[in-house]
């Protein structure tokens, strides 16, 4: 069974997020403050809806930042895992580094996924039988080891030292917002390698491993095991994803 349907529908409810998107300027944006602390907008609930409209068939499961769960995803063989809006404090404080991310897992696997970040204009869309599509202004690095290559690093994480004992390394550290975003721009090439020592959650991640899926990237745990996908609780206790051609120099410095 190929992708393809899945990818139109991808676009599909990115085009329509955006639509929703136009009624909101980022950094002028009111937001709320979720149990765990993280900020919620109307937009984050809007895109919600409009995704959910769009994306699964019956018999599709459902895995959303933004919705409650139903459980009943846990039985399905295909389930659509979302973040309406990953990096929602940029948005909100009007940074360019947020994205809407969509990602469909079957049989635990992710197949196919798709971000759009509206402040830059890029969309990357993939799936395993099609490969990679860019659209956006920037060139691939294509760095073939770890001197000189662009490894995306949390904002939030750099702020609490959390890469302290990465600087001085060969490598350009990038701080970014949106984990989708930074996973959907190693897939791309437009970054080299990414990685998170913290946990997260799989509506942060399936969207970004789709598209490295894709291109056949390597996207771990942080200890060097395969991640599942669709469990019953969602956190993933951090994350390493590089492009195929720095799989070894990655997997050296952080695993040994």
């Known amino acids: 069974m190929g992708y393809a349907a899945d990818l139109d529908r991808i676009n599909a409810a990115l085009d329509a997020a955006l639509l929703v998107l136009e009624d909101f300027t980022p950094g002028q944006i009111a937001s709320i403050k979720k149990d765990g602390g993280d900020p919620v907008t109307e937009a984050d609930v809007r895109v919600d809806a409009e995704m959910k409209r769009i994306l699964p068939q019956p018999g599709e499961g459902w895995l959303s ?15 659509w895992i979302v973040d309406p809006i990953d990096g929602t404090r940029e948005f909100v404080e009007g940074i360019p580094e947020w994205c ?24 990357i869309t993939g799936a395993i039988d099609t490969g990679l599509t860019y659209e956006g202004p920037n060139p ?24 302290e004992e990465f600087t001085g390394q060969a490598f350009e550290i990038v701080p970014m917002g949106s984990v989708a975003y930074k996973l959907a721009l190693t897939a791309a090439g437009r970054l080299d390698a990414t990685w998170t020592l913290v946990p997260k ?29 669709n469990d019953e609780d969602p956190l993933v206790p951090g994350f390493i994803a590089t492009t195929p051609l720095l799989r070894d120099d990655v997997e050296a410095l952080l695993l040994g």
């Open 201 to 229: 959650n799989e509506w942060d991640l399936a969207a970004g491993v789709a598209l490295l899926e894709a291109v056949g990237g390597w996207a771990v745990l942080k200890d060097g095991s395969a991640p599942t996908w």
């Open 65 to 79: 930042e933004e919705s409650v769960d139903d459980k009943d995803r846990l039985g399905k063989h295909r389930v």
């Open 100 to 123: 809407v991310s969509i990602g469909l897992i079957e049989d635990g696997r992710p197949v196919a996924g798709g971000i759009h970040n509206p402040a830059t204009g890029e969309r």
């Open 140 to 163: 691939v690095s294509g760095k073939t080891s770890l001197e000189g290559a662009r490894v995306g690093a949390s904002r939030s994480e750099m702020r609490r030292g959390e890469w």
